[in-house]
């Protein structure tokens, strides 16, 4: 016990030295973590840090995807579903059956079945050091979206894929394509349904109490109790956790009070920071491992092998994203007489050079079975697990680090300016509450009119600072008490009002939460 909680806390301290030197470098804090747990690992003398499978798939993985989910936007995602879902789905397949087939001719020991395996465990992304550059760049919204919106999906996607490989290499058998069809169906159909259902009870759940630390402590559990829930009934945890988060994400302003949202971003974003810190720098952790696993293998075979797997994995997602960018277009311009031009190739380029793999694939290729069903050790494990590493470090550090440059030589940065959606959102719900505030001021006693003389004011110089004109003298409020009572109606418009615009999507959940987070903070302000 004493050995578990020294290397914990050791972790946690090369978490926050690791995150602090990612933020005074600008640099995604992943690529770091990886750079430094690899280093750390050539450390003489330090603990053996291994990687179990089931602490990702598991204790990390949940929460993680049911946090992304949440925050998500619902709206975006189904606006870019038809962009997300051939790169969530159809890449996975695509790069799956490439790396398959290729194999066989360029890795010793491979045939088509373990190339499978292979494909199937370096299939998922992991967009978080890319959207983290792309946003501090000002890419483009919509391919942030897309990337998130395909990260969210693939994890499931992949490790689906990677189910139906190792089975035909464990059983030595190869399914029938309906049976396989019927049970990728259940898979994928069980989990979201999985998802739903317990969203919906946790909703009820939450509606009914008004209790931060009982809130927040709920939706802790929630992502948990939808990938095991799943599980057990042998549909798919991953999509179980990301149905649930997206639908809670949905409903979140509905049955969250002030406080409530406060609390529960404080705390899920350190959560989610711990969790991110601790598995990338794992990842870094695990050299050793790796390396032990493979001493007997010639250094020049493994450079090759290497090489070659990681030239195909960034190969087949250029190829992948320009051909399916084609199609789309094609298909949407003939058949559905759309006039959406075609995305330009600068912009398809970043979207193919930004597929960097991360913890998911490292987990699945450590949580392939040591033997088969005849008891013979599962052939090429070892291999598999390096070469995972290897693709994961080469597209973490090679492309994340060349990201922003690549970003800025294709004139694709920019700076933040102001969101016309946001804008046109703040002037809509103040001149709501302005609205309400005159219907009151009619209803109430002369003696306070400058004190809803006072209130409107601080309204009109809201709206003149989102854009519209509006009149800046300031008056002292008179009647503090009823000044609280009015102004705690009028955020109250406020919120509905933003609520019923993204309803409505005329906005989006993230300018939601930007609107609710401020309206919140004066909520509790005058508490």
């Known amino acids: 016990m004493q050995q578990f909680e020294f290397v914990l806390l050791l972790l946690l301290l090369f978490v926050v030295g690791l995150g602090t030197l990612a933020q005074r470098l600008k640099t995604p804090y992943p690529i770091v973590l990886v750079i430094g747990g690899l280093l750390i690992s050539l450390i003489?003398?330090?603990?053996?840090?291994?990687?179990?499978?089931?602490?990702?798939?598991?204790?990390?993985?949940?929460?993680?995807?049911?946090?992304?989910?949440?925050?998500?936007?619902?709206?975006?995602?189904?606006?870019?579903l038809s962009s997300i879902l051939p790169l969530a789905f159809g890449l996975v397949a695509f790069a799956t059956l490439g790396v398959g087939v290729t194999a066989q001719w360029f890795l010793p020991g491979f045939d088509w079945r373990l190339g499978l395996v292979l494909g199937a465990v370096i299939s998922p992304t992991d967009a978080l050091a890319a959207t983290s550059i792309a946003k501090r760049l000002g890419l483009p919204k919509r391919i942030t979206d897309i990337l998130e919106g395909e990260s969210l999906v693939n994890d499931a996607s992949g490790l689906l894929a990677l189910e139906f490989a190792v089975a035909m290499v464990v059983s030595g058998h190869t399914p029938s394509a309906v049976k396989a069809l019927g049970q990728l169906t259940y898979l994928v159909a069980g989990g979201i349904v999985a998802g739903l259902v317990l969203g919906e009870l946790v909703y009820l759940f939450e509606k009914s109490v008004d209790n931060p630390p009982i809130e927040?402590?709920?939706?802790?559990i929630t992502p948990y109790v939808a990938y095991l829930s799943a599980e057990r009934l042998h549909a798919s945890g991953i999509l179980s956790a990301v149905a649930c988060g997206l639908y809670l994400g949905w409903r979140s302003p509905i049955y969250f009070s002030s406080r409530t949202r406060l609390q529960s971003g404080a705390t899920w974003n350190t959560f989610?920071?711990?969790?991110?810190?601790?598995?990338f720098l794992l990842i870094g952790l695990q050299l050793r491992f790796v390396m032990a696993g493979i001493h007997h293998v010639h250094v020049r075979t493994l450079v090759f092998s290497a090489a070659v797997v990681v030239f195909f994995v960034i190969v087949l997602r250029l190829v992948w994203v320009y051909l399916n960018t084609y199609v789309v277009s094609v298909f949407a311009r003939k058949l559905l007489k759309r006039t959406t031009p075609r995305p330009s190739r600068r912009r398809i380029f970043v979207v193919g050079w930004t597929g960097m793999r991360g913890v998911v694939s490292l987990a699945a290729a450590i949580s392939l079975p040591g033997t088969l069903e005849s008891g013979t050790p599962f052939p090429a494990r070892n291999m598999i697990i390096f070469l995972t590493f290897?693709?994961?470090?080469?597209?973490?550090?090679l492309q994340g680090l060349t990201l922003p440059a690549l970003i800025r030589r294709?004139?694709?940065s920019a700076k933040a300016g102001t969101d016309p959606e946001e804008q046109k959102a703040r002037q809509t719900i103040i001149r709501s509450a302005l609205k309400q505030l005159d219907d009151m001021r009619t209803h109430d006693k002369p003696e306070f009119s400058s004190m809803y003389e006072?209130?409107?004011?601080?309204?009109r110089v809201r709206l003149a600072a989102a854009g519209d004109e509006g009149d800046k003298n300031n008056l002292k409020p008179e009647g503090y008490k009823l000044h609280r009572e009015v102004t705690q109606k009028l955020r109250q418009v406020e919120r509905s009002t933003a609520v019923k615009l993204r309803n409505e999507n005329v906005i989006n959940d993230a300018v939601l939460r930007k609107l609710e987070l401020e309206l919140d903070l004066l909520d509790v302000r005058d508490q």
């Open 410 to 412: 294709l004139g694709l």
């Open 216 to 220: 927040i402590t709920a939706s802790i």
């Open 272 to 279: 989610t920071f711990i969790l991110n810190g601790l598995a």
């Open 390 to 397: 290897c693709v994961i470090f080469v597209t973490l550090v």
């Open 454 to 459: 006072d209130i409107g004011e601080h309204y």
């Open 44 to 80: 003489p003398g330090l603990p053996r840090v291994s990687l179990d499978p089931e602490l990702i798939l598991v204790v990390m993985l949940p929460p993680l995807l049911f946090s992304a989910a949440f925050n998500t936007s619902w709206r975006d995602f189904r606006h870019n």
